[in-house]
């Protein structure tokens, strides 16, 4: 019981502190800092977020590292401390810069993603491996998720008085502290027990679940369900240009829905053992869509004319949806989690996330080239329905209970 309790409190800690979590903190401002001083628009600003998260796309590689070449003798600790006091080093060199320019921002945060993505799969890998040793996968999801928004929570409104009220310069350094706080919990608290793989069991292990069918439609509907043309940046400049939402209550609609997704990751926990996972996959994607529907609302007229109405609807909407989309969340990374062989677990399970983090990129760029070409209304109405049309896949999927 008290490895487990360790494991959950390690978890929980680094998704804590992730940029899911409060690591996410410059986020907000960063946003304003391309916005407002460096003059990027919607597209250009898509096109940078998609590059900056490059590390995310790769993560099978970083999986690969740390299955089949322990560092000083340990396949996930000293990785998970050499990584975060990376992360740490390139949040300092952006505290410590006067003038931004786009390449060095670019470069920083593109670098510091690597740490991250390097981070959460070793995360990953221990909890795909001793979550199905304990028969607890979903706990162990929603008590990692739960912990990223309690952070959320906090980070939502801090995000928003810091794009108004504190230098870039400030966040970043703030923020530096973070990975060096999860840096010291692991070098105290974290046993590393996990076998080492010998490189050609690994590399059998892989091959043959590039070569299983049933694992190539998970990836195949993974990377579909997350791909629909983005319009959360071209969003982010018509609430703020038009509906002049400010930086405190966009923070603040950040800490609601943060509120409702932590309701909704508690609820999970519940509801995976009481619904089917075909059913939960089936909800998934309805919901999807459903959060994309809804943000036409923002584009009436009605709600253009009178602000405070404005302010109201998105509180609702964050309420709504902030905890049913953490629940589709969770759906998706469990399913992805039980399909993944325990044993090379940083690999395969970084190659289903990176097949995510890729449809996230290609999403922006996408939404960014097709904001400027059919404006936001028609992108809106695209990216719903390319979100509801993942329904045809749900009856090839082979899932737990239909063996």
């Known amino acids: 019981m008290e490895k487990k309790s360790n494991l959950l409190f390690i978890f929980a800690l680094v998704y804590f502190f992730s940029p899911n979590g409060l690591g996410s903190l410059p986020d907000l401002p960063t946003t304003y800092l391309l ?123 801090a995000g928003g008085v810091a ?40 590399k059998q292990k892989f091959k043959a679940a590039l070569a299983n069918r049933d694992f190539l439609l998970v990836a195949l509907f993974i990377f579909l369900w997350n791909f629909s043309p983005s319009y959360g940046l071209p969003l982010f400049y018509y609430l703020t240009d038009t509906l002049k939402f400010t930086p405190i209550f966009m923070g603040t609609l950040a800490s609601i829905a943060a509120i409702s997704g932590a309701v909704g990751t508690i609820a999970f926990k519940f509801i995976s053992k009481r619904f089917s996972m075909r059913t939960l996959l089936t909800w998934s994607i309805l919901i999807g869509g459903l959060a994309s529907l809804s943000s036409l609302a923002y584009l009436l007229p009605a709600l253009q004319t009178n602000l405070a109405l404005a302010r109201l609807v998105a509180v609702a909407e964050k309420i709504i949806f902030g905890g049913l989309g953490m629940v589709a969340f969770l759906s998706i990374l469990t399913f992805a989690a039980e399909k993944t062989e325990a044993l090379a677990a940083g690999t395969i399970f970084a190659f289903l996330m990176s097949v995510y983090n890729l449809s996230s990129m290609g999403s922006s760029v996408l939404g960014g080239f097709l904001f400027d070409k059919i404006g936001l209304l028609p992108l809106i109405l695209l990216s719903t329905g390319t979100s509801l049309l993942i329904l045809v896949f749900i009856p090839f999927l082979k899932t737990e209970e239909n063996r």
């Open 163 to 202: 794009a108004a009220k504190l230098s870039a310069q400030a966040t970043f350094g703030v923020t530096a502290f973070f990975p060096i706080i999860v840096a010291a919990v692991v070098l105290f608290l974290l046993k590393d027990g996990t076998p080492r793989v010998q490189f050609p069991e690994l």
């Open 35 to 157: 916005k407002t001083v460096l003059k990027l628009t919607a597209a250009q600003a898509s096109y940078f977020g998609a590059i900056s998260i490059l590390g995310w796309a790769i993560k099978p590689l970083w999986g690969f590292i740390s299955d089949a070449f322990p560092l000083f003798g340990s396949r996930r600790k000293s990785y998970l401390i050499l990584v975060s006091l990376l992360a740490s080093v390139c949040w300092l060199v952006l505290a410590l810069t006067q003038n931004y320019t786009i390449p060095l921002l670019l470069l920083f945060l593109t670098l510091s993603s690597f740490a991250y993505a390097f981070q959460d799969v070793v995360t990953d890998a221990l909890m795909v491996e001793l979550g199905k040793q304990e028969h607890a996968l979903a706990e162990f999801q929603s008590i990692q998720w739960l912990a990223v928004k309690i952070a959320q929570i906090i980070t939502g409104f």
